[in-house]
């Protein structure tokens, strides 16, 4: 009889699979197994008088993988639960447990941060029972998300026909709804700058007006711009040289949410394409010896390098670099991280992004890069510059130029190619000096109000903020704009990034949680309640207790809203319904204002807002991975771009235009349906 082992994804099973040797059987449960149910009370499937016991079923597309594990089950010799090293693997090895008829006290858990040959060996030789509290802790965010989940998405639905509301989505929302606000109620405020240009040494340099009479200067309107202006028409006189060594210290190593940040602003992948490369690296990839992990566990909020990587990378960087590119590491983890876990690093330093780049993908070789580089860099002596500011003054209005070159490159030599910093160069100068300006300018500007948040900022407000998880943000942004509360948009033509821009519906349903949820969905509420999650998986708080104190704040709040929150009528067309006769009203949804029946879903008609001219596909220079046939870039009846097929309908292969496939119904390239 063999070991069984199961793990959460085919992919990973291969590469285990392949360290572990012939005596085990290597499964895959492909993530969870079970949900809670959506049956009793509200359907929630928690007993809410009965200490919120909870009802599990096995999800419907898992009854096979179920049936299929217990097979494997009753020929094992023995069963190891090897699902991912988080609250979320944690309680899916307790759901296996609970099917398999396992004790989870003598049940051999292993886990592991790297999928490496040393790494899962060394999981097998120190097995452990389940971890009650990271599963109750889990259980404990599930049963609050069930909750809020499915009361409040039933109050908005009935009331404002918002299709949803969540513990954490609900609080992203209100950030983005928010920040429009601020925008919407901003006034933009006159100033002016004035720039004078130099040369010296045939090399010309531009300094800013800093300081009037000792003080910032601040000129308000154009009359105060001529003032100074004409009071700068002689030479100015050197009044400060001053020279210094500045220094750049290196990034820690990346945790999830800072590699979602930088994979969005250097790369410009989504938080959910980032975690979709980093899941393929972490899980194994032929790199023409069988399948290697090539990253550490890519959902982890601690920026600990373990010492075996610390020296390995250290031997690298002297040997390559020189000693002198040796630095320290500074492990920087707030105070919910979770130490045991590591910071997202290459698991083998000799795997350099050149020597395999050719088993990647463009898109993972590119992430692979951006981690490589920073974990390697984190570990090296700073960035050193020449620094230099100089200060021209005249009637006492002093202009400011600040110059910098690089002296020693340290980090940068590894991570330079994410680094956008470049030298300004100023010439040699001295006290005393005198200097005519070759120009004088003055410029009027406008304040401008706050930007709306991009992914990354977004990701990195709900970090700061302590609101959800870093491994929940790319889900969190796909429901907001799934349920189309956002959109995200250039904001110019000429942008490369996108941002998040609230709908009519977001607007109105972040209005309406905030007139009458105001004490639970905010930022402060929400941070406390991650914090509580913290301390049940630390085994420091008791999960029912939480559980009944949010219960006890939230029900009389949704009764309130029950009662005063008022329904929104849905806007009249002021036309007939083609099929039925009814009125014509005007819907929101996921992508955009559109036209449908009021009695809707009795009758089904909808129409766009306008007809227009349909676009011709549009060959994007990709071969059809199904059928070899052109890929060409179609419009949706929705509005939104996709990927398919120039074969359609005979083949139905369908991606996003940032290649990720779109899942259909089994098809046959004739398009019809497959035989059950």
Request: some cysteine.
């Amino acid at each position: 009889m063999k070991n069984l082992v199961i793990v959460e994804s085919p992919s990973k099973s291969k590469t285990i699979g392949k360290y572990l040797g012939k005596d085990y059987t290597v499964v895959s449960s492909k993530g969870h197994i079970r949900d809670l149910a959506t049956r009793g009370k509200d359907g929630l499937g928690v007993d809410v008088e009965n200490n919120f016991a909870a009802t599990y079923v096995i999800s419907k597309d898992k009854k096979e993988i179920v049936e299929e594990l217990k097979r494997e089950f009753s020929k094992a010799k023995k069963v190891y639960l090897a699902t991912d090293p988080d609250r979320e693997g944690e309680a899916i090895s307790w759901h296996l447990a609970q099917e398999l008829g396992l004790d989870e006290k003598d049940v051999d858990r292993v886990t592991f941060h790297e999928i490496t040959k040393d790494a899962i060996q060394k999981a097998f030789e120190q097995p452990r029972t389940i971890d009650m509290d990271l599963v109750h802790s889990q259980e404990a965010r599930r049963i609050l998300d069930r909750i809020i989940g499915f009361k409040l998405s039933k109050l908005l639905q009935k009331k404002i026909r918002s299709k949803s509301a969540g513990r954490v989505q609900s609080v992203a929302l209100k950030l983005i709804v928010e920040r429009e606000k601020e925008i919407q109620a901003f006034k933009p405020e006159e100033y002016w700058t004035l720039e004078a240009l130099f040369e010296k040494d045939k090399m010309e340099f531009e300094a800013s007006l800093a300081k009037i009479h000792g003080k910032k200067a601040k000129i308000r309107n154009g009359e105060q711009a001529n003032e100074v202006y004409e009071a700068c028409q002689r030479e100015f006189t050197i009044t400060s040289v001053k020279s210094s060594v500045r220094k750049r210290e290196p990034k820690p190593a990346f945790i999830t949410s800072t590699l979602q940040q930088e994979a969005s602003t250097k790369l410009g992948f989504s938080p959910k394409r980032t975690m979709s490369i980093a899941q393929r690296l972490y899980e194994g990839i032929d790199i023409g010896h069988g399948p290697e992990g090539l990253i550490t566990y890519m959902r982890t909020d601690s920026t600990r390098l373990s010492d075996v990587y610390q020296n390995a990378a250290k031997k690298k960087i002297a040997s390559e670099y020189g000693k002198n590119y040796l630095g320290k590491y500074y492990v920087k983890n707030d105070a919910n991280s979770q130490d045991a876990h590591e910071a997202i690093r290459p698991t083998n330093v000799l795997y350099t992004p050149e020597t395999i780049k050719s088993y990647l993908t463009t898109e993972q070789y590119k992430l692979y890069h951006l981690i490589y580089s920073r974990a390697l860099a984190s570990l090296m002596a700073v960035a050193q510059y020449d620094s230099k500011t100089i200060i021209l003054s005249q009637n006492e209005y002093d202009f400011s130029v600040s110059g910098s070159s690089l002296k020693f490159d340290g980090y940068l030599k590894v991570y330079g190619p994410f680094d956008s910093s470049k030298d300004v160069l100023l010439p040699e100068v001295m006290e005393g000096e005198r200097m005519k300006a070759k120009k004088l300018s003055r410029s009027q500007h406008f304040t401008e109000p706050p930007s709306r948040y991009t992914e990354a900022k977004l990701v990195k407000a709900m970090e700061e903020d302590g609101i959800g998880r870093p491994s929940t943000y790319a889900t969190i942004i796909d429901t907001i704009v799934a349920r189309g509360y956002v959109s995200l948009e250039k904001s110019s033509e000429s942008a490369k990034t996108k941002v998040f821009k609230p709908s009519e519906q977001g607007i109105l349903t972040a209005e309406q949680l905030d007139q009458y949820f105001a004490s639970i969905i905010n930022v402060k509420y929400t941070a406390g309640l991650e914090s509580q999650l913290d301390e049940i998986a630390d085994g420091q708080l008791d999960e029912i207790e939480t559980l009944r104190k949010f219960y006890e704040t939230f029900e009389p709040l949704l009764a309130n809203a029950y009662d005063k929150m008022e329904v929104k009528e849905l806007e009249k067309v002021g036309e007939e319904c083609p099929l039925c006769g009814n009125e014509l009203v005007y819907r929101n949804g996921r992508f955009g204002k559109f036209i449908s029946c009021s009695t809707f879903p009795t009758c089904r008609y909808t129409r766009p807002l306008a007809e227009k001219e349909k676009e011709k596909p549009e060959p994007i220079g990709k071969v059809c991975p199904d059928c070899g046939g052109e890929l060409v870039k179609r419009k949706s009846r929705f509005g939104t771009y996709f990927v398919g097929c120039s074969n359609y309908p005979k083949c139905r292969h369908m991606e996003t235009l940032d290649g990720e496939p779109i899942e259909l119904e089994k098809r046959t390239h004739s398009g019809k349906k497959k035989p059950a």
